[in-house]
């Protein structure tokens, strides 16, 4: 070994869906939108001067967080945004998890939690969801150093009422907690309406998937002006001109045409509604989901080779090879004309393997 080896960081990273890159392809593989943007986003960029990007862009990014603050009725002084919500939520775990005590995660839970607790060197403990991929809300009842975890739940899509998230704010009034809503537009009810109530409470929101701007990378967290200041001291300490020019300005119009969010996202839920009837009635089975998403498992088919097959076909999905789940293929929603191109592609699937259990 080197002298200069010996002084490298090795870490175990996160891995990211894959971006293939096919004419043909069905993507549902990372949970992004099936439809564009707002008119406005596209608008918003043509207008943009390119001699403007010369200069750099405004550190607190304070037209998109006006924006959002108007948005959702808050003032700007709690709104911090970030580089995607995993800009955010990295910055929530360097600023808020300092404690010597275990934060606390699900088992089954969004892969890159455990990775940014080992980055930071943050102890955790990860409590098993129970049989039905539900939180088992008394697990986060001891002491802590912080907790965090999605609303719906990914990748399971699972949502937990409001009134449980509420009880596990009521026992953790001593420590941080992260509700992090990158799925709730697609039916679960936010925690925003706690934030009043409990100020140790921060929800994370992203543009990546009802806002259809995944490319752009525009994540936030609301919360208590204490805690945005926190956030934004470390921001300020790590890297202070986070979100680019393009991005502050379609962010910012993304937010006026409250209209078309709403018309996609009903667009969204419907197909997600027929593609749990659909994929019922091929013999698979999952927990209800409320996200963009759903996350099944099949009696017969084994999903590390339908996943292959599907892969195969240009229909890319996503398959975790981790204990408990390995089992399952979280589907993403896509439009009706892809969905009906995964179902076509099953019932040949079906003719071939004999995986009718209807
Ligand atoms: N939280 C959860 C639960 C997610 O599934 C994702 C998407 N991979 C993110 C946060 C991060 O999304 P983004 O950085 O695109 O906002």
Known sequence: M???????????????????????????NTNENPYPPAKEVREALHKMETEALRLYPDPAASQLTNELARFYGLTPEQVFVGVGSDDVLAMCFLTFFNSKKPVLFPDITYSFYHVWAELFGVPYERPALDGRLHLRKEDYYRENGGVIFPNP??????????????DILEHNTDVIVIVDEAYVDFGARSAISLLETYENLLVVQTFSKSR?????????????????RALNDVKYSFNSYTL??????????????????RKTLAKIVATRERAKKRLA??????????????FVTHP?????????????????VRYFKQPRIDNYL?????????????YTFLEKYQEETGGDVS
């Open 281 to 294: 009635g091929f013999g698979f089975t999952f927990e209800d989901s409320q996200a963009n998403f759903l």
């Open 212 to 228: 259809s701007l995944a490319g752009l990378r525009i994540g936030y967290a609301l919360g208590n002006p204490a805690l945005i």
């Open 2 to 28: 080197k002298a200069w080896e010996a002084n490298i960081r090795h870490v175990t990273p996160y891995t990211p869906g894959e971006q293939p890159d096919r004419p043909d392809m069905v993507k549902l």
């Open 300 to 316: 017969v088919w084994k999903a590390e080779p339908l996943f292959l097959a599907l892969r195969k076909s240009d229909i890319y």
């Open 153 to 166: 739940n990914a990748p399971t899509g699972v949502a937990e009422p409001l009134s449980d998230i509420e």
């Open 244 to 261: 680019n020019r393009p991005a502050l300005e379609a962010g910012t119009a993304a937010l006026q045409n409250e209209a078309y969010w």
């Open 330 to 342: 979280r589907i993403t929603i896509g439009t009706e004309k892809e969905m009906e191109r995964l």
